[in-house]
């Protein structure tokens, strides 16, 4: 079974651009979260997904947005960037919602965002 | 608030030795464990997980792990370290609600 993908792996913008991150789940996966990853700050929740509903959120600002579609895929965009945004982005899947049973997340090699 | 605290931001250890990795955990109900492990340049391998029933958990590559609600840890372990487990290791839990909440790493350190 194919794991967790993420595109694209590396990413470079510049201050004031947007991005699009995608994820695509491993097959039979109804929850996506996403993660930020910094030397800083260590891993962050930033939010999770399943069936098509944002169903937990973490401590972002609102430039940080995510979806996810019928197929479980799912994308976070960042609009206005900051240096600060600067991470290795996480994608995580599983087969049921946070603190159910199956809930144990499966994660992708990440994208990692270079803003200048 | 809940919280995960790894003991120890680097361990060194030789290989052939006992590797001991601490987490403690802060949650109002027992929560869901996990030990994850991070390679240079790489997402999160799940190691092992505690959900229920039996607290000894036994994962991948020769890890396992104890929990003790008692002492709110669950330190992972593993009899004789190896080269290639040098690596990053993250202690997480996992509650309705919050999604995981993860430790801030130990880097693991092995030398010949």
Known sequence: ?116 | AQSVTQLGSHVSVSEGALVLLRCNYSSSVPPYLFWYVQYPNQGLQLLLKYTTGATLVKGINGFEAEFKKSETSFHLTKPSAHMSDAAEYFCAMDQAGTALIFGKGTTLSVSS
């Open chain 1, 1 to 116: 079974k194919a794991g967790v993908t993420q595109t694209p792996r590396y990413l470079i913008k510049t201050r004031g651009q947007q991005v699009t991150l995608s994820c695509s789940p491993i097959s039979g996966h109804r929850s996506v979260s996403w993660y930020q990853q910094t030397p800083g700050q260590g891993l962050q929740f930033l939010f999770e997904y399943f069936s098509e509903t944002q169903r937990n959120k973490g401590n972002f600002p609102g430039r940080f947005s995510g979806r996810q579609f019928s197929n479980s895929r799912s994308e976070m965009n960042v609009s206005t960037l900051e240096l600060g945004d600067s991470a290795l982005y996480l994608c995580a899947s599983s087969l049921a919602i946070s603190g159910r049973a199956g809930s144990e997340q499966f994660f992708g090699p990440g994208t990692r965002l270079t803003v200048l």
